[in-house]
């Protein structure tokens, strides 16, 4: 069965970095666009930034475009949210989304 599993998370101070992981398994990794969402408190669940199967195009929504990068290693059924320049409004549990799946999310918390 399809499983997404998220790490990575954690506390950091504003202007600080993070990287999340989503390492998959279940299907065949190399062939789907992963997706990253969020969901801060309080609010609905937001799309981040995709990547496309191959790994050659992504996209970000604008809160975060110059901040986050999103890349895959297909050798290792990996999909990597490099996060830097974190603001307190990044505080959310950060899920994966790939082939209808979803993760169980990991928390980022911006906070001084």
């Known amino acids: 069965q399809v499983q997404l599993v998220e790490s990575g998370g954690g506390l950091v101070q504003p202007g600080g970095s993070l990287r999340l992981s989503c390492a998959a398994s279940?299907?065949?990794?190399?062939?789907?666009?992963v997706n990253w969402y969020r969901r801060a408190p309080g609010k609905e669940r937001e799309w981040v930034a995709q990547?496309?199967?191959?790994?050659?195009?992504?996209s970000y929504t604008a809160s975060v475009r110059g901040r986050f990068t999103i890349s895959r290693d297909n050798d290792k059924n990996t999909v990597y949210l490099q996060m830097s320049s974190l603001k307190y409004e990044d505080t959310a549990v950060y899920y994966c989304?790939?082939?209808?799946?979803w993760g169980q999310g990991t928390q980022v918390t911006v906070s001084s």
């Open positions: 989304n790939a082939k209808g799946n």
């Open positions: 279940g299907f065949t990794f190399s062939e789907y666009a």
């Open positions: 990547i496309f199967a191959s790994g050659r195009s992504t």
